[in-house]
């Protein structure tokens, strides 16, 4: 992308012309990232987050903890049996 400028001048009755021409690179023409602001937060990196641990490990851990309930009846009821008996 090209710009450019031009200044003309009168001087003692001549007359002189500047132009300047300024180039400037792709990486240039983008403004640089603004950094977040207080309490604001990057959306991919809570998604993430909010997966792994509302999705996968609540889900590992209630998994289990189901099994682990079935075997702690299965074991209070065979106490149970002995102490009717």
Not at 40 to 64: Q, T
Not at 77 to 83: H, P, Q, V
């Amino acid at each position: 992308m090209e710009s450019g400028g031009g200044v003309n001048a009168s001087v003692g009755g001549g007359s002189a012309e500047l132009t300047v021409t300024v180039e400037m690179s792709p990486e240039q023409e983008q403004p640089p990232p603004r950094p977040p602001e207080c309490g604001e937060f990057y959306f991919d990196e809570v998604s993430a987050v909010r997966f792994w641990f509302d999705g996968v490990f609540v889900s590992v851990i209630a998994f289990i903890g189901f099994w682990a309930n079935l075997v702690a009846l299965l074991v209070l009821s065979r106490n149970a049996r002995n102490l009717n008996a």
